[in-house]
């Protein structure tokens, strides 16, 4: 008979400056799309309070949007901004906070990305060059007085969050949305200094948002940054092909004010540059916390079998076993791990890790999507 998986190594305390937490699992962010008008109500703030009284060491928010004219691609994306949504979260993270549970907001702009259901903003789309995806039009090329309002923008949805009592703030910089279409030389085809050819150069725009937003933060207030190699738009690009051209894309963005990366990998198993420390190497977030010295948080197909982007096809995802996170997290090539899916179907999924019930993991049905289990 196997012994059980000692998963003790996933429920150590961690404390990043003010930010103190019970365990190493975060909830990872993912769109919900159930915020009429742009404000989250009592069945937003229910679903993220079920989470946080069972056992979530941090929660995520769903990507929540500056005040921008067109920062979102579907109606039901929650705002961050404006006297009513503001009110929202300010329910959403109170209830948290009473079940025991720490939160921060993931601040974003979704660029020139097209939304799933056909919706689109009555603005055009903005973006660095007018281009959602190589030889993809959609939108307009921002200008530096855009790029500056939206900076702003960005600092001022942050700084709102502190004031409401959130315990940390995510800014999005990943999935080929906003900051992204900014890193990837296939979407910013700018001749300012917003553009560039090299990937340090292109990160101009993220380190003045990560400036701006660290200003109205405070010294001692954590902030992440969530990054990606793939994008919605093409899952195999590859922003840094080595290591070097890393440490030149996220070096300036913590001496910026990143406190944390977070991440993200469509399978956090995968090793980030195999070819230097082999198949079983570190991960993304491995070699940014090696390259940077900062904290970090992996996440990709966390106990579950298939993707993210999988289930938007309607495939179902069986629960699988976490060896390979326990040996990655016990080797503290990581320092938190999101879990998106398995928690988002089962509020209760920390806990059966937690207690060991592995027999009660569920399977992801895409239906889970539709509805705030």
Known sequence: MTAPLNTDSLFRPFQLKSLTLKNRIVMAPMTRNFSPDGVPGKNVAAYYHRRAEADVGLILSEGTVIDRPASRNEAGIPFFHGEDALAGWKSVIDGVHAAGGKMGPQIWHTGATRGMSGWAPEAPVESPSGLNGPGDPNGVAMSEEDIADTIAAFASASADA???????????????????????????????????????????????????????????YPLILRLSQWKQQDYKTKLAQTPDEMADWLLPLKEAGVDMFHCSQRRFWEPEFPEIDGEEGLNFAGWAKKLTGAATISVGSVGLSGDMMAAFGGQTSSPVGLDALVKRMEAEEFDLIAVGRAILGDPHWVTKIRTGDTQELQAFDPASLAELV
């Open 162 to 220: 502190k004031k409401l009592g959130f315990d940390v703030v995510e800014l999005h910089g990943a999935h080929g949305y906003l900051i992204d279409q900014f890193f990837w030389a296939a979407t910013n085809q700018r001749s300012d200094r917003y553009g560039g050819a090299s990937l340090k150069e292109r990160a101009r725009f993220a380190a003045e948002i990560v400036a701006a937003t660290r200003e109205a933060l405070g010294p001692d």
